[in-house]
């Protein structure tokens, strides 16, 4: 029986704080600027908005997360 591989991602830097990120919207699955890493704890994130320095209510997943370039 032959044995199948799955590709191994790409690896990425974990995103720290202060870090600029986009946010993945979940209505739509576009991806939103002007967020950063305010803190990351047990594989969740806090974010604050840049705009106003609002930490956000919610931790996020990394998947919902993008390092913006």
Do not use: C, N
């Amino acid at each position: 029986m032959a044995t199948v591989s799955t590709p191994t991602p790409a690896w990425e830097p974990p995103l720290v704080p202060g870090t600029d990120v986009e946010v993945k919207v979940r209505y739509d699955g576009r991806w939103a600027a002007g967020f950063e890493i305010a803190d990351a704890h047990d594989g969740q994130y806090q974010l604050r908005r840049r705009i106003d320095g609002a930490l956000l209510p919610v931790p996020f997943q990394a998947d919902d997360l993008r390092a913006r370039h």
